[in-house]
Each structure stands twice: as structure tokens, then as C-alpha cells.
């Protein structure tokens, strides 16, 4: 059975600050999504990433598939990227590309 | 910018009542999911439709659920006779299925109160 696994659960960070969110998971995987959800509770889809690197304006998203680990940075961070941050993998050998979803990790930003 | 539609935001019904929940994915993909999310809790996926059928689907998804995808456009979820444990966030979530894992991109959700 996958896990998927994040830390911190909760984070605080001062305006300007990077951000770093890690998430672990325990079988292999052929890609992993990171997500975020608004207090509202909409899910905005931020990355989907099978290796390496991606990049999208202040979001860089990094993944080692050997090591079973993916981060998440955010630089120059804002309190507009207060939200809830969540990983989900999906787990090789699936045909339907179902998602194993992490518990979140809620970031504040403050002013 | 394409985005998946859901109907309604916020459902309330009475324990045993049948609800339909709606979702219009985007046009041109091919996978559709639903997943809820029960206040506090992660979110876990309920079933997964691919080709006019399911392809698979999680021990939640038991004989109270059903998915149709009764048109072209529209993909819905019903839930026969609702339980108090049955309130939470419905997110229903397309992709295009092309050759391995795609990206996922997911509606506003319904929320379903049962009272």
C-alpha cells in the first residue's frame, strides 16, 4: 500500500521568506502531483512530475524517484500563497492514474 | 482557460435521500475521477471512469455509489441513500490519458452536508 507522507504539517514563514515542503512516499511511482487548496477548499493542480525539475514563476518543484522524495520551494513568499499544500502520487503499474494523496501541509504566510 | 465545472457548490439533504452530484470535465480528455474529502481529513480517491465504464475503484465505493456518464459532455455521481458519514467534499477531476500519467486538473467541489 502507498504512503504518502509530508512535513512539515504546519508552517509559518514571514513575507519574503523561501519555503521548502517535503513529501515521501513508499512504493514506486510513475509521477507525483503537487496541488493547492484554498480555504474555500477548491484543488488547484500546480505540477505533475516524473523527474527532475520544474519551474513556474515563484514555484520550483523537484523530485528523486530513487530516493522516493519530492520537494516543493517557494521563493519570495507571499501572503497570497497562504493555502494548503498536498502531494499525490500515482503508483506504478495503475492504468487509471488514480491519485495517493498526502495529509497536506498548511503554510501561513504572514505580512 | 478550460476548467472542470461542478453542480451544485453545496448540497444539504436528509439521511437516506438520494443526491446526483455533476461534473462537466473538459472537453477533450478522456479519464474522469471522483474523490472526496471529509472536513479535516485527506483526500481520497472514490473511482476512477475511463471509456464509458470504471476502471477501478476504492473500497469506499461501495453499492450505495454509482457514476454515469450520461452524455457527451456531463459526468455524474450519485449516491443512493446518504449517510451522516457520507458529508464531505466532493471533487470530481479529468485528465487527458495519453500515454501514461497526465496531469489532473480538478473542479471547485460540492460540498455535501447529510443531516
Known amino acids: 500500500k502507498n504512503e504518502v507522507e509530508q512535513s512539515p504539517q504546519n508552517l509559518t514563514a514571514q513575507e519574503g521568506e523561501f519555503i521548502t515542503i517535503n513529501c515521501s512516499y513508499s512504493?514506486?511511482?510513475?509521477?507525483l502531483h503537487w496541488l493547492q487548496q484554498h480555504p474555500g477548499g477548491g484543488i488547484v493542480s500546480l505540477f505533475m512530475l516524473s523527474s527532475g525539475k520544474k519551474k513556474h514563476g515563484r514555484l520550483i518543484a523537484t523530485i528523486n524517484i530513487q530516493e522516493k522524495h519530492s520537494s516543493l520551494h517557494i521563493t519570495a513568499s507571499h501572503p497570497r500563497d497562504s493555502a494548503v499544500y498536498i502531494c499525490?502520487?500515482?503508483?506504478?503499474?495503475?492504468?487509471?492514474?488514480?491519485?495517493?494523496f498526502g495529509k497536506g501541509t498548511l503554510l501561513t504566510v504572514n505580512p | 482557460e478550460p476548467e472542470v465545472t461542478q453542480t451544485p457548490s453545496h448540497q444539504v439533504t436528509q439521511m437516506g435521500q438520494e443526491v446526483i452530484l455533476r461534473c462537466v470535465p473538459i472537453?477533450?480528455?478522456?479519464?474522469f475521477y471522483w474523490y472526496r474529502q471529509i472536513l479535516g481529513q485527506k483526500v481520497e480517491f472514490l473511482v476512477s471512469?475511463?471509456?464509458?465504464?470504471?476502471?477501478?475503484k476504492s473500497e469506499i465505493f461501495d453499492d450505495q455509489f454509482s457514476v454515469e456518464r450520461p452524455d457527451g459532455s456531463n459526468f455524474t455521481l450519485k449516491i443512493r441513500s446518504t449517510k451522516l458519514e457520507d458529508s464531505a467534499m466532493y471533487f470530481c477531476?479529468?485528465?487527458?490519458?495519453?500515454?501514461?500519467?497526465?496531469?489532473?486538473?480538478f473542479g471547485p467541489g460540492t460540498r455535501l452536508t447529510v443531516l
Open positions: 477531476a479529468s485528465s487527458e490519458g495519453h500515454r501514461g500519467a497526465q496531469q489532473q486538473f
Open positions: 472537453s477533450n480528455h478522456l479519464y
Open positions: 471512469f475511463y471509456n464509458n465504464e470504471i476502471s477501478e
Open positions: 499525490a502520487a500515482v503508483p506504478i503499474g495503475g492504468s487509471n492514474y488514480k491519485l495517493t
Open positions: 512504493v514506486g511511482i510513475s509521477a
